[in-house]
């Protein structure tokens, strides 16, 4: 059974990832290194998330199917991001940021499920 604990761990995991991405494109520092962003398996919340670390009821589960999804569209997200800082539209991707944001707004939803799941385990 997944533990508050490994939910914890997961979000700050996501958080870290989020800010590392952010500091990156505030800092104009070379992108090369972030093209793993598109990869939902790449991220430690994503190989939490993804791997052996939930059973399969736990992945049969409606808020595992939530969070996967909206683990999903923040990789969208922060893709287009990536892909606006790229081709240098740096006010763009300043307003993805934002926090009205797409990123922002996708980054926001996973936290708000991952709370919630955290929550429903009493």
């Known amino acids: 059974m997944i533990s508050k604990d490994a939910i914890e761990h997961a979000i700050g995991a996501h958080a ?16 090369a290194a972030m093209d793993s962003v598109r990869r939902l398996d790449r991220c430690e919340f994503g190989i939490w998330l993804l791997g052996p670390a939930l059973n399969p009821e736990e992945k049969a589960s409606a808020r595992f199917r939530t969070v996967d999804r909206l683990h999903a569209e923040f990789h969208t997200a922060a893709s287009e991001l990536l892909d606006l800082a790229r081709s240098g539209r740096k006010p763009e991707a300043d307003l993805a940021m934002a926090p009205s944001g797409s990123f922002h707004e996708a980054s926001a939803q996973l936290l708000a499920a991952m709370k919630a799941w955290h929550d429903s385990l009493g």
Do not use: E, N, Q
């Open 16 to 31: 870290l990832w989020r800010d590392r991405l952010k500091a990156t494109l505030v800092a104009g520092l070379p992108l």
